[in-house]
């Protein structure tokens, strides 16, 4: 039988030579959509290898990755991806933001600001931002072209003429470098501020789809309103009920099921650090044990 | 007191730990060998290898018992082995004219040269379930003849020598062989392109949209032209050798698909073509891959595209299976954040849509 061998991070050098090729001319032009070879990765498609792809091609051995799905760096699939580094790079890995060289993340960006020398790499389910307002890539890739965005703002209009509000509450659109409209994955709009002029490189995985695009180190990243219907961010209005964060994005976890509900923080690693550091909540545990489920 | 959950860890150890035992069953009943799935169980290690796009029939036997069974996750399990494979370049184009054929039939002549050889096939049996199988039968030894030394041309190349078909387009020897695997896909593609596609589509999305044009979205008229199945030798052009290598032999199905055409004002009418390949006995697939790509070719031949299956983008981009099932059950993976994102909008709507119609806002709780 054909016994498999796998190289260093998995992919074979002359695959990650074309990703990186692809990362190069997405960083040479901020937002904008770069086809690639995307391979066939052994986890699904759907569930970050766009992300995995770009992490494998951008990895070294001297790099700490970090990896977190909604915020948390226990949630089965950022385990999944973790150890698959783990396993076939050997790389040294890490929960805490500020440590990780490399992080890759799905639905959120970490609360801890971001420092230079680190990359971001978001898993992308549907790059295209425009893809629910036109289904054919041939139309969306020529609107881009032309920068035209109408359609976008049609929509975000007619939000507000029906809602009083732009009803996008994720993935909530942006312009990057005053040019390209660009998706930045289902993060909460939460999230949105935290790309502008931010000092680490951002990359961008699309693996279903083919595609990676990347906002360079202090990039300007708008999104998109309107002068009076201002971008505004959502979070729950309440403290963190394990540390008292007031500035985080909340997870709402249900209690029980007569309408109990607490609010806590979708960043583990950014609650955690709080705690550690003697913040407290209503809610406050014990430090955290280790508990099997599912 | 509320302690954050953990432990995914062991949760999906444990999980795959349940998993192989679920896989092996019953422990008192034999494992099965490899060699019994590639072997009685031929035709799903031959769409595993189609749509896996690795010829390879041990690793596609390994790649269903793993799977325990599921054809798109053991097609999964290939393609992301085949992945990692280097690639040395592309063999000569097969002549399937040259197939040692085992089975072949024309719907179009009732004789053609070479003869119509029906082969081991499903077709004129009655599906009754047979309990004969149940445990232990030997079928007869099956009846053998002398093998016909006449050449078994291939009935579209009949049909072209009195230019009653269109020609198959020419390949350009030079021309670089496209390969959706290491290029990204994009629209419009050409035909190279289009069937790859199609040949590692999923056999049950081609059947649907191939019947549909039957039924009258996009009609194009089909005539089974000529299903063939048998082996063919596979040679490299090896450039230090300066000749065609040959590396071996493979099991094919090709379909040719004879359909109408009313001609244009430039082209005079007369019969086109749509093409189905796969590995291994695929009739199937490949007779619903040769509807498809005849419906894709409408744009080419400057038919109006009005149905689903004549839509390039459309198809190409939602044939893959490992695409589709991977993005249909990453729904499993958590959302949590997205839908608290969904959820604060929708309270904030829900309220000032109470306050604007006075009414009081709906209570969340059932207390």
């Known amino acids: ?294 | 007191m509320y302690v954050a959950v953990k432990g995914g860890e062991r949760a999906i150890e444990n999980a795959h730990r349940l998993l192989a035992h679920e896989r092996r069953g019953d422990r008192d009943v034999p494992e099965l060998a490899l060699s019994q799935i590639s072997e009685q169980l031929s035709l799903g290690v031959d769409r595993v290898m189609t749509e896996g796009s690795l010829y390879d029939r041990e690793l596609a036997a390994l790649a269903i018992k793993q799977a325990r069974g599921d054809m798109i996750e053991a097609i999964f399990l290939v393609r992301a082995f085949r992945a990692t494979l280097p690639r040395f370049g592309a063999t000569e184009p097969v002549d399937t004219g040259a197939m040692r054929v085992r089975r072949r039939i024309s719907s179009t002549f009732k004789d053609i040269p070479g003869g119509q050889i029906l082969g081991p096939t499903f077709d004129y049996t009655h599906r009754l379930l047979d309990p004969q199988l149940a445990d232990g039968f030997s079928p007869e030894v099956p009846e053998t003849g002398e093998a016909s030394t006449a050449a078994t041309p291939r009935v579209t190349d009949i049909l072209g020598r009195d230019g009653l078909i269109e020609p198959s387009p020419a390949a350009d020897a030079d021309a670089p062989v496209g390969d959706l695997t290491r290029e990204p896909l994009s629209f419009p593609a050409d035909r190279d392109l289009r069937l790859q596609n199609l040949a590692r589509a999923d056999e049950g999305f081609l059947l649907a949209l191939g019947y549909s044009s039957q039924r009258g979205y996009g009609r194009n008229h089909p005539f089974a032209g000529e299903i063939r199945y048998g082996e063919v030798e596979v040679e490299f052009m090896a450039e230090d050798a300066g000749f065609a290598v040959p590396l071996g032999s493979i099991e094919l199905t090709e379909c040719q698909m004879v359909n109408q055409f009313k001609g244009s004002a430039t082209e005079a009418p007369c019969f086109t073509r749509g093409y189905g390949l796969a590995f291994g006995q695929s009739e199937r697939k490949t007779m619903s891959m040769a509807l498809v790509d005849r419906s894709l070719r409408a744009r080419e031949l400057g038919e109006e595209v009005i149905a689903p299956g004549q839509d390039e983008e459309f198809v190409m981009s939602h044939s893959d299976n490992v695409q589709a099932t991977g993005f249909v059950e990453h729904l499993k993976l958590p959302h949590y954040v997205d839908f608290q994102s969904e959820l604060g909008l929708l309270r904030k709507l829900r309220k000032e849509f109470a306050e604007a119609n006075d009414v009081p806002p709906m209570r969340e709780a059932a207390e």
């Open chain 1, 1 to 294: 039988m054909n016994a498999p061998a796998y190289n260093f991070a998995y992919l074979d050098e002359q695959t990650k030579r074309m990703i990186r090729r692809a990362i190069l001319k997405a960083i040479a032009i901020p937002g904008y959509q770069v086809p690639f070879a995307s391979r066939e990765m052994p986890m699904p498609y759907g569930w970050g290898t766009g992300g995995v792809q770009v992490t494998a091609a951008i990895l070294g051995p001297e790099d700490v990755l970090k990896v977190i799905d909604q915020g948390s760096d226990d949630t089965t699939n950022a385990i999944s991806i973790r150890k698959f580094f783990g396993k076939t790079a050997g790389v040294a890995t890490t929960t805490s933001t500020a440590d990780a060289t490399v992080i890759q993340t799905r639905h959120r960006i970490p609360e801890a600001p971001l420092h230079a020398d680190q990359v971001l790499v978001y898993q992308v389910p549907i790059p295209e931002p425009l893809r629910f307002l036109e289904p054919r890539e041939t139309e969306t890739r020529r609107m881009h072209a032309l920068g035209e965005y109408g359609l976008m703002h049609v929509k975000l209009y007619e939000d507000i003429a029906r809602f009083g509000h732009i009803a996008t509450s994720y993935a909530y659109p942006v312009k990057v470098n005053a040019r390209y409209v660009m998706d930045p994955s289902p993060t909460p709009k939460f999230d949105n501020p935290k790309m502008d002029n931010c000092p680490a490189l951002q990359l961008f995985g699309a693996g279903r789809e083919k595609r990676i695009y990347a906002i360079p180190p202090h990039t300007s990243v708008v999104s998109l309103d309107f002068e009076d219907h201002p971008f505004t961010r959502y979070r729950f209005d309440a403290p963190c009920a394990l540390c008292g964060a007031g500035d985080s994005y909340l997870d709402e976890i249900v209690i029980d099921d007569k309408g109990g509900r607490m609010f806590v923080c979708s960043d583990t690693d950014y609650c955690e650090s709080r705690q550690a550091a003697g913040h407290h909540g209503s809610e406050s545990a014990a430090p955290h044990k280790e508990r099997a489920h599912g």
